[in-house]
Every structure is written in C-alpha cells, then in structure tokens.
C-alpha cells in the first residue's frame, strides 16, 4: 500500500494537471467566500450558508428538481429517469443525475475541482476525485431517520470519470475503487418558504447518537455541511409539507481517511 502522504502529493498533482478541464468559476454561482465561513465544532464540525447560490442558479436547480420530480415518483426498484424509492428503510424518493460539466447545467459546479477545493478548504480535509450525488424528496408524512454518521466506504468505477477527473455515483462492490464519506453536504430548496411546523429538519446528535441537539430547518437556498467522523451523528425529521434536498459526500482513501 502506497504511503498517505503520497497519495495526498500525486492526488493533489492529478488535481492541478486537470483543473484546466473545468474551470468553474464559483463567483458566477455564488456569493460566498471559503474564508468567510465559519465552522461550528459542536457537535461536530459543521456550517449552515443562507441564500448560498445567486437567485437565478437557485431558480435553475428548483426548475430542474421539479422537471424530474413530475415525471413521477416510482414505489419500485432504481430507475435511471425518475425519483424511485430507497432501498433502504427510509422514507422518500432519491433521483440520482449522472455527471456532468456542461456549462449549459446548473448541476456543472457540484462536479467540477473548484467545488471540491471550496469545501476541502473550509474543513481543511483532504478530499479525492470521488463524489457522490443525488436528488432526495420527501412527501408530507414522512418518519423521522435513523440515527446515523456516514462514516462509510463506498465503490466507484473510473468508468464514470469526468474529463476533470471526478468520479461520481457510488456502485456496486465489484467496482475496483473504494473510498470514504469525509464531507456531507444538503442543499435544501423548493417552491415555499419554510415553516417550523412544516418539519423536515436534519436533526445534528451527540457522538452516541442517543440526544438530539440542534436542528437545521430545510429553508430555500441554504447549505448544510459538515465533516464526516464516527461522531458526526445526523438524521432526517418527519415532515409535514414537501421538502426537497439536494445531497452529495466527497470522499477520500480509506487508508487516510
């Protein structure tokens, strides 16, 4: 097994040597600076950004979430073009994209390096090319979540490389590349401002998950995200009126992790 801080060195050159293949420039996204930022500790390293993106790329991704969403929403398995149920217990519907840098998408930034960097920089967490990223929708009644942390290793397959680099969508264990949840983020929009009695919040726990100790309400154009560590205990809770997230992890080798 290659030493960590050489698989940090040749990652970080791969980044440089492909950063020209995107080129995204987040100022045309938002507003908002990694060194503007700050992180909360408790209960674990954390940070909530009001109104994250410019009004016109927040009403872009609200018109492309509900463009999926009425196609339908599927009670059975995974289906490529529609929100389908997960196969977990957990309710609500997931739609998951397939990657993209077209200028001509709103969902360009989620994949491209300068992306990645912003959120690395703020937890100063070392991050791969590995990313994973979906559309999650909750109808009115959903349950409150099971208590969890992300801390877990997935795959990927260089077959869903982006030109930059990037790999997106987690697959199934016969594929070659494992890496591990280290950033979550949810990105949280819609069509109506939220209400307390409205529900949906995701409730941040302590390290044994057993006290829930704050919650962050799903409002329009807000961004949660935190670092992922056997502490970083989370959950959805059981909503009353729709409230849509879009969700995404960066990962990193397991062995540095």
């Not at 492309?64 to 398995?77: A, I």
Request: aromatic share 14%.
């Amino acid at each position: 097994m290659r030493p960590a801080f050489l698989t940090k060195l040749a990652t970080r050159a791969q980044k440089v040597a492909l950063y020209s293949r995107d080129r995204i420039d987040l100022e045309a996204f938002t507003n908002k600076r990694a060194h503007d930022i700050m992180v909360i500790r408790e209960p674990f390293p954390h940070f909530v950004v009001d109104d994250f993106f410019k009004p016109h790329i927040y009403q872009s991704l609200c018109e492309q979430f509900d463009r999926t969403k009425r196609k339908g929403l599927l009670e059975g398995p995974w289906s490529p073009d529609h929100f389908h149920k997960f196969n977990i217990d957990y309710d609500g519907f997931v739609y998951t994209p397939a990657g993209t840098l077209d200028p001509a998408s709103p969902l360009s930034v989620f994949f491209s390096l300068e992306w990645n960097w912003f959120f690395s920089k703020i937890f100063r967490q070392f991050t791969g090319f590995e990313t994973s990223f979906a559309f999650h929708h909750h109808p009115p009644g959903n349950r409150t979540g099971f208590v969890h942390n992300d801390n877990v290793d997935k795959h990927f397959s260089p077959m869903r490389r982006l030109a930059n680099g990037v790999m997106y969508g987690e697959g199934t264990v016969s594929d070659p590349i494992i890496a591990r949840r280290k950033i979550a983020l949810l990105y949280f929009l819609g069509k109506e401002p939220w209400e307390e009695i409205n529900g949906g919040a995701t409730g941040l726990y302590s390290a044994d998950g057993k006290n829930l100790l704050t919650k962050v309400a799903p409002a329009n154009n807000r961004l949660l995200a935190f670092q992922i560590s056997e502490k970083s205990m989370h959950a959805f809770q059981e909503n009353h009126k729709e409230r849509d997230s879009i969700v995404q992890w960066f990962h990193t080798p397991p062995e540095i992790a």
